[in-house]
């Protein structure tokens, strides 16, 4: 069972950045395309990004794309979303898993990382 935790998340101000983490542990990632979701406040989850297996970073958003970049760490077990020039559009939950564009084949939940950004 694969359990999967999110951290990096935080409060900051419009134009700043973070960088979120996601640890896996129970299953190694590397066959596996990740992907990072976010649920924003009344709307439901979306997938923002994807790393295929060979690492390349597919932003799926275009509200983000440009600002952000997704990356992982085989050898760590570990994915990556660096975020640039936040704005307030970009408050949410975030979450880690396999990159599944119809929810379909996913591994259980994390709990996210909680991104707040303010004027």
């Known amino acids: 069972q694969v359990q999967l935790v999110e951290s990096g998340g935080g409060s900051v101000r419009a134009g700043e950045s973070l960088r979120l983490s996601c640890a896996a542990a129970?299953?190694?990632?590397?066959?596996?395309?990740l992907g990072w979701y976010r649920r924003r406040p009344g709307k439901a989850r979306e997938l923002v990004a994807r790393?295929?297996?060979?690492?390349?970073?597919?932003i799926l958003l275009d509200a983000v794309k440009g600002r952000f970049t997704v990356s992982r760490d085989n050898a760590k077990n570990a994915l990556y979303l660096e975020m640039n020039n936040l704005n307030l559009d970009d408050t949410a939950e975030y979450y880690c898993?396999?990159?599944?564009?119809?929810?379909?084949?996913?591994?259980?939940w994390g709990r996210g990382t909680q991104v707040t950004v303010s004027s």
């Open positions: 790393a295929n297996i060979r690492g390349e970073s597919i």
């Open positions: 129970g299953l190694p990632l590397n066959d596996y395309q």
């Open positions: 898993n396999r990159a599944s564009p119809f929810f379909d084949i996913l591994w259980p």
